[in-house]
């Protein structure tokens, strides 16, 4: 490879040449560099030293920890400077050489390195991603640790590090420009923070995960000059703390820096900013994210009509109907006097603080004040004359019209019929946008679900011990001023398909909105927003080039099959389970490594686990059908709408269509894979990537697995193994995780281990892939 000195000014495009799906959330990973001079290691970060360890010398007398990483971006214009300055100490006995080895963004273009060990400036080489490539395979290989098999696709600077005494701290500086590129109407830093992981030993044969000892203080930041330019920043793979003053903007990373950061920063001047980011594999439809945020210019915020309707059955008594009360004093703040309100109170009889809407000025708060303080529970629910109440008097075109509507209990007065009380508040909904919140276990989630669904609104499920005024609260801030209602998305000669949501929810002041979606075609396309201000019609645009194929922004794939799988949920849990549905809901799942309630975290409970399968529950409704390939079937759905595990299972699923970002999945799936484990109710059993493992001599075997099914054996760690893991990116956490595996597929079963085949050629490839995932019969 050819040396360049890193000072040395010019430009570097680093093309990205991974091929992957979707991009995964990485929990309790393989250390990235836990054989780096080996002992124990804290990983997380972005370079590392790679040692040079000469034939004879003593591996257990090196140890080479990095202590912390600080990185600082200061962004002008169009162009970000970087400075990344990572400490390492030498822990060992023995004097320790290496290189350092720093992962670069695939898809970014960069002017000007200079890297510095101290005051010494040091001379190195930048790899391309297919260079690079061939450098973490044969780093992983050695190691016999598939940690780096996530930076594929990744280029890569690598310079000479000089050796470093025994209690030495050396600091390692690294200084670079990247141009930000546009995303629609916004710019976007793209930065890889290297691979999450624990701490690792390294063992006779492979490294084992161990409790995390000494921790890596990290820190991202960013600067921003010239604020006023821009609008909120937002990413959809890190949490973010955002702070203005003076004109500038400083923005944090707050959570551990991990895996590719993505910013982006729309840019202010329009109303309604559009920020556009594409993913496609070669072969397919490709995948889209499109990220709409109100400006500061956005205008006057449409006046609304809010009808409030709170249950005062007799079992809201006590701290619920305490808080409920607060809720709506606070909710009473939150309105514009160009609001109109209506107070809706609902136990055996309905009870109106006024007949008409009342304009939000001072002394119809007051008396609606009033009128909530003498509130009292008792009586039966008849939610049938509240809904009649809520959709009774109509709204002009000017204005938007929102019901939030608040219960704690199964109908008992009046209608009871769960269906038909959907039924009749779906054809009376019209315009209103409905928000339900259901307090408590005992509520109907099929009802409050549809009541949700038949507006663009949404529906949110207050458990047990949490703060209904909290809940209520957050809700009135955020639909406070709404900007753009009525959205309707078009890509001009770039087909949008999918789009989830599927009804384009309004956008409100402070609140940026994210849509994910598939698309067909390539070249420039005109992305256009059209939505409704005050009754007045209105249209944004932004233009983007859509690609043939391309292996940037992998995190959209699994963001966007985490909003599928939601709105299937919904309606799996709306409209009754069907054969197809179910299958629909479990293929996407599986695909894309997200949990569901027919893979893993069904397990509900411990003798459900039988015999390495999982088997149905007698008189608890339909089983779903069996896995193919296996013999084995899933748990059924609980036929009960209410209780905690539907009110549960609602929630997750209101939490998948409202999953925004990588961070939000890591969450969910944390949660999801705990419980997995927990019901099981054994510690050799693992939930991971939508699926679950239990370890039967030494190797992890997929509980979806039938003995009778065909098996495929790819050696670890050879041609192979890293070709199927690209073919098949719904393997790479696993893998990543589990050092021996058998994985279910549809038609064939994937096995890795320290034996098997170690080469397939392109049709062998293809042909496995589409055995696994059942394409090869559809």
């Known amino acids: 490879m050819d040396e360049m000195g890193l000072t040395r000014a010019g430009r570097c495009n680093v093309a990205s040449e991974t091929r992957r799906l979707g991009t995964k959330v990485v929990w309790a990973m393989m250390l990235m560099?836990?054989?780096?001079?080996?002992?124990?290691?804290?990983?997380?970060?972005?370079?590392?030293?790679?040692?040079?360890?000469?034939?004879?010398?003593?591996?257990?007398s090196l140890a080479v920890e990095k202590t912390r990483t600080d990185v600082d971006v200061r962004i002008e214009g169009q162009v970000a400077r970087i400075e990344v300055s990572e400490w390492f100490v030498n822990r060992g006995g023995r004097v320790?050489?290496?290189?350092?080895?720093?992962?670069?963004?695939?898809?970014?273009?960069?002017?000007?390195?200079?890297?510095?060990?101290?005051?010494?400036e040091l001379r190195g080489e930048i790899m391309d991603a297919e260079r690079a490539r061939r450098i973490y395979e044969e780093i992983v290989r050695?190691?016999?640790?598939?940690?780096?098999?996530?930076?594929?696709?990744?280029?890569?600077?690598?310079a000479r590090v000089f050796p470093i005494q025994p209690g030495e701290e050396r600091r390692v500086t690294l200084r670079y420009t990247q141009v930000l590129e546009r995303a629609g109407n916004a710019l976007?830093?793209?930065?890889?923070?290297?691979?999450?992981?624990?701490?690792?030993?390294?063992?006779?044969?492979?490294?084992?995960?161990?409790?995390?000892?000494?921790?890596?203080?990290?820190?991202?930041?960013?600067?921003?000059?010239?604020?006023?330019?821009?609008?909120?920043?937002?990413?959809?793979?890190h949490e973010l703390s955002v702070e203005r003053?003076?004109?500038?903007?400083?923005?944090?990373?707050?959570?551990?820096?991990?895996?590719?950061?993505?910013?982006?920063?729309?840019?202010?001047?329009?109303?309604?900013?559009?920020a556009i980011a594409t993913h496609r594999p070669p072969g397919e439809a490709g995948y889209f994210m499109l990220t709409l945020s109100p400006g500061r210019d956005a205008g006057r915020a449409e006046p609304r009509d809010v009808t409030v309707v709170v249950d005062v059955s007799g079992s809201m008594s006590g701290e619920k109907i305490a808080q409920a009360k607060e809720a709506l004093r606070q909710l009473l703040g939150t309105l514009s006097e160009t609001d109109r309100f209506r107070l809706v109170a609902f136990s055996s009889a309905v009870r109106a603080e006024s007949r008409e809407w009342r304009t939000a000025d001072a002394a119809a708060v007051r008396r609606a004040t009033r009128w909530i303080d003498d509130l009292d529970a008792d009586g039966g629910t008849n939610i049938e004359a509240a809904l009649q109440e809520a959709f009774r008097l109509e709204s002009p075109r000017d204005?938007?019209?929102?019901?939030?509507?608040?219960?704690?209990?199964?109908?008992?007065?009046?209608?009871?019929?769960?269906?038909?009380?959907?039924?009749?508040?779906?054809?009376?909904?019209?315009?209103?946008?409905?928000?339900?919140?259901?307090?408590?276990?005992?509520?109907?989630?099929?009802?409050?679900?549809?009541?949700?669904?038949?507006?663009?609104?949404?529906?949110?499920?207050?458990?047990?011990?949490?703060?209904?005024?909290?809940?209520?609260?957050?809700?009135?801030?955020?639909?406070?001023?709404?900007v753009l209602t009525d959205l309707a998305l078009s890509g001009g000669r770039i087909d949008?398909?999918?789009?989830?949501?599927?009804?384009?929810?309004?956008?409100?002041?402070?609140?940026?909105?994210?849509?994910?979606?598939?698309?067909?075609?390539?070249?420039?396309?005109?992305?256009?927003?059209?939505?409704?201000?005050?009754?007045?019609?209105?249209?944004?645009?932004?233009?983007?080039?859509?690609?043939?194929?391309?292996?940037?922004?992998?995190?959209?794939?699994?963001?966007?099959?985490?909003?599928k799988l939601g709105h299937l949920e919904r309606q799996l849990w709306t409209e009754g389970e069907t054969a197809s549905l179910v299958e629909e809901i479990r293929t996407l799942a599986l695909r894309y490594g997200l949990p569901s309630r027919y893979t893993s975290y069904l397990v509900e409970e411990p003798g459900l686990v039988a015999d390495g399968r999982i088997r149905g529950t007698p008189g608890r409704g339909p089983t779903a059908p069996a896995v193919r390939g296996g013999s084995s079937s899933f748990a059924p759905v609980p036929s009960a709408a209410s209780g905690a595990v539907a009110v549960r299972a609602a929630n997750q699923a209101r939490q998948r269509r409202d999953t925004r970002s990588e961070a939000d999945l890591r969450v969910a799936e944390e949660e999801l894979a705990e419980l997995a484990m927990e019901r099981a109710g054994s510690a050799t059993t693992r939930g991971i990537g939508g699926r679950l493992f239990r370890q039967r001599d030494g190797v992890w075997e997929d509980m979806a697995h039938a003995p009778s099914a065909r098996v495929t054996t790819i050696r670890a760690f050879s041609a192979a193994y890293f070709e199927v893991v690209q073919a098949l990116p719904e393997l790479e956490r696993i893998v990543l995780e589990l050092p021996a595996v058998v994985v279910a597929g549809e038609e064939v079963s994937v096995a890795v281990r320290d034996e098997g085949v170690e080469e397939l050629s392109s049709a062998q490839l293809a042909q496995l892939v589409a055995s696994f995932r059942g394409s090869a019969r559809r």
Request: glycine content about 12%; charged content about 25%.
């Open 496 to 563: 949008l398909d999918e789009v989830y949501p599927v009804r384009i929810p309004d956008v409100f002041a402070g609140q940026e909105l994210v849509l994910f979606g598939r698309f067909e075609g390539e070249g420039g396309g005109r992305v256009t927003v059209r939505g409704q201000r005050a009754g007045r019609s209105l249209a944004f645009t932004a233009d983007h080039r859509f690609p043939d194929a391309s292996d940037t922004h992998a995190y959209i794939p699994r963001l966007w099959a985490a909003r």
């Open 33 to 60: 560099a836990a054989a780096l001079l080996g002992g124990a290691t804290p990983v997380v970060g972005q370079g590392w030293i790679e040692p040079d360890v000469r034939p004879g010398v003593d591996r257990s």
């Open 245 to 274: 003053r003076s004109g500038r903007m400083t923005v944090r990373v707050e959570e551990e820096l991990g895996g590719r950061l993505s910013l982006f920063l729309p840019l202010a001047g329009e109303a309604v900013g559009l």
């Open 399 to 482: 204005r938007l019209p929102v019901v939030l509507f608040l219960t704690d209990g199964l109908p008992s007065v009046g209608e009871e019929s769960p269906e038909r009380l959907a039924e009749m508040a779906e054809r009376r909904a019209g315009r209103i946008r409905v928000f339900a919140f259901g307090v408590g276990h005992d509520v109907n989630t099929h009802l409050l679900d549809r009541l949700g669904q038949a507006g663009r609104g949404d529906t949110d499920y207050v458990e047990p011990g949490e703060n209904v005024e909290r809940a209520l609260s957050v809700l009135a801030a955020k639909i406070r001023h709404p």
């Open 96 to 120: 320790a050489e290496g290189e350092y080895h720093y992962p670069l963004p695939g898809e970014a273009v960069f002017e000007g390195f200079s890297l510095f060990q101290g005051d010494l």
């Open 142 to 158: 050695r190691r016999a640790d598939p940690a780096l098999i996530e930076l594929a696709g990744q280029g890569l600077l690598r």
């Open 188 to 237: 976007q830093l793209a930065y890889v923070g290297g691979v999450r992981g624990e701490i690792t030993r390294v063992g006779d044969r492979r490294p084992t995960s161990v409790p995390q000892g000494r921790g890596l203080e990290t820190s991202f930041t960013v600067e921003v000059r010239d604020a006023d330019r821009f609008l909120q920043p937002f990413s959809p793979t």
